[in-house]
């Protein structure tokens, strides 16, 4: 497998992001000047996740409230999707959260999106609720999704077997 690894986004990231983006999400995604605004907006902490070639081929961007962390948006090149780099991003934020004492991550989901779904739920996210017609391109409805405390024996065994599975892929972590 190739080595991958996480680093904070930076504007050198801009263009393989948008490039992430418009393979992702089409004509449906964030402009450049919205990540410029998330990468000095103070509340944000925006994490790539960069190939041995130094191009970011996926990123997670969290908004950071008190003691919740937000994820705003996750994607992974198609050319890349299948490698646990997605899970890379999440346990790497993860990490993060731990280390400035926040407690709970949430979400919002496509309804349909059945593998971003099941990948959470790996995660310990839960579904309590919905946003109806959140999906500005297609009015499809966003579940929404939340962690327990972090800092519970519970989750803290949900981290540590994900932590152990992306380890034994040759994670660097």
């Not at 919205?34 to 041995?52: G, H, K, M, R």
């Not at 090149?77 to 999440?90: K, S």
Request: aromatic fraction near 14%; hydrophobic fraction near 35%; include cysteine.
């Amino acid at each position: 497998m190739e080595n991958f690894y996480v680093e904070k986004m930076n504007l050198g990231h801009l263009d393989d992001v948008m490039e992430v983006e418009a393979k992702c999400y089409g004509k449906h995604h964030w402009s450049r000047a919205s990540f410029v605004s998330e990468i000095d907006n103070p509340c944000a902490n925006y994490l790539t996740v960069v190939n041995e070639a130094n191009k970011c081929v996926g990123y997670m961007g969290v908004w950071r409230i008190i003691d919740e962390a937000h994820v705003t948006n996750l994607a992974i090149h198609p050319d890349f999707q299948g490698n646990y780099l997605a899970h890379f991003l999440i346990l790497s934020s993860l990490k993060e959260c731990y280390e400035d004492k926040i407690k709970y991550m949430t979400l919002e989901v496509r309804k349909s999106n059945e593998r971003a779904k099941h990948i959470y739920e790996k995660f310990g996210f839960k579904s309590l609720g919905i946003r109806k017609k959140y999906y500005q391109d297609n009015n499809e409805d966003a579940i929404i999704m939340w962690t327990e405390n972090i800092f519970s024996e519970k989750y803290k065994e949900i981290y540590n077997r994900n932590k152990e599975y992306l380890l034994e892929k040759n994670f660097k972590l």
